[in-house]
């Protein structure tokens, strides 16, 4: 964007009276990685409501999975002149000429719920978890849980070459690295789906004598943890017994699961990026304040003693 057309943006702000919301002839072009989990339907209905909100106009393209496409969407953006570009980057790589070229044509970019391996000055600022302590937690809550117990855990991963997949891995084997007792013996990627993590979860419980030996069954989202509960019903197990079970996201299926006895923790991801990101994009285009690089949402561990009824009514309008 120009510092011509802030300028402009910013005059008719002023002459709205609006002291928060962005004007009204803003474009912000969405680049949504697709509707893979609960979480990400409820980040899109989310992001469309606080774009309505604040009376943002918002072209939404859905990459169904696919970083081709994302970038094919991102060009659009550009060519169309938007005034900001919001993108969950599917994977980690990739995106440097595609953030170049939107730099170039002045238009920022935010980034949501994801990160890129990319110069930092590519992009406005970051929303996202904490992503590595999400693993922390959950691997923190199953060394406490099991004590001095052996254990031995079967890991559901998000989508190869992910932030959260790389992240989430990376801080659950952080928290049980002083533990000899607690062993990752299998993992493997179900793609941040229901099916995909039922089907990886199949595979598991025959590896592993049927599930007799999996104390815990850890998985990167609430989504694929739900796959993997009935994977183990169908095995003749007790999920939430048996088998523990941890994941990240706190969708309201979880806490249903919770409810029936059949999940044991997992640590909250908000689905509400886009209202940090919106404000931070007020800020930035009404006075040139410079945003946080990283805006880090909160990680909170849930676990049956948190009223899961309570939040499973508390979450279940918004759009999961
Ligand atoms: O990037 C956030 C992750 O992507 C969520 O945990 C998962 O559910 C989603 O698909």
Redesign the pocket.
């Known amino acids: 964007m120009t510092f011509l057309r802030k300028l402009a943006l910013s005059a008719s702000v002023i002459a709205l009276g609006c002291s928060s919301a962005l004007a009204a002839d803003l474009t912000v072009g969405f680049s949504q ?1 697709g509707s ?5 339907a409820a980040e899109t209905s989310v992001t469309k409501l606080e774009a309505e909100k604040r009376g943002i106009e918002l072209k939404f393209a859905d990459a169904q999975q696919k970083q081709e496409n994302q970038i094919k969407a991102i060009r659009g953006f550009i060519a169309q002149g938007v005034d900001a570009i919001l993108v ?1 980057p599917v994977v980690a790589t990739g995106w440097e000429d595609v953030l170049t070229e939107a730099k170039e044509a002045e238009i920022p970019v935010i980034l949501l ?2 990160g890129v391996d990319a110069p930092q000055d590519l992009y406005l600022t970051s929303v ?1 978890s904490d992503q590595v302590k999400e693993g922390r937690v959950a691997g923190e809550w199953l060394a406490t849980t099991v004590g001095d117990k052996p254990c031995k855990v079967v890991e559901l991963q ?2 190869v070459g ?3 997949a790389i992240n989430r891995k990376k801080g659950f084997e952080e928290a049980i690295a002083g533990k000899a007792n607690i062993t990752i013996a299998r993992s493997q990627t179900g793609d ?1 789906t229901r099916a995909k993590g039922k089907e990886v979860m199949e595979g598991f419980l025959k590896a592993e004598n049927g599930g007799k030996d999996i104390c815990a069954m850890y998985a ?4 694929m943890a739900v796959g993997a509960i009935q994977a183990i019903k169908d095995a003749g197990l007790k999920p939430g017994t048996d088998i523990l079970v941890v994941s ?2 706190a ?1 309201p299926d979880i806490f249903a699961a919770m409810v029936a006895g059949e999940a044991n923790a997992t640590v909250e ?1 908000t689905p509400n990026m886009a209202g940090p990101a919106f404000d931070a994009l007020d800020a930035f285009l009404k006075d040139g304040k410079q945003p946080e690089k990283f805006i880090i949402t909160e990680s909170k561990l849930y676990t049956p003693a948190d009223n899961p009824q309570g939040e499973y009514d508390n979450r279940k309008g918004l759009g999961y």
Do not use: K
């Not at 893979?36 to 990400?40: A, C, L, P, T, V």
């Not at 990167?220 to 989504?223: A, G, P």
């Open positions: 990685i893979e989990s609960g979480w990400r969950a719920d994801r996202a998000g989508t992910s932030t959260p941040f990167h989202n609430d989504d990240i996201d969708v991801l």
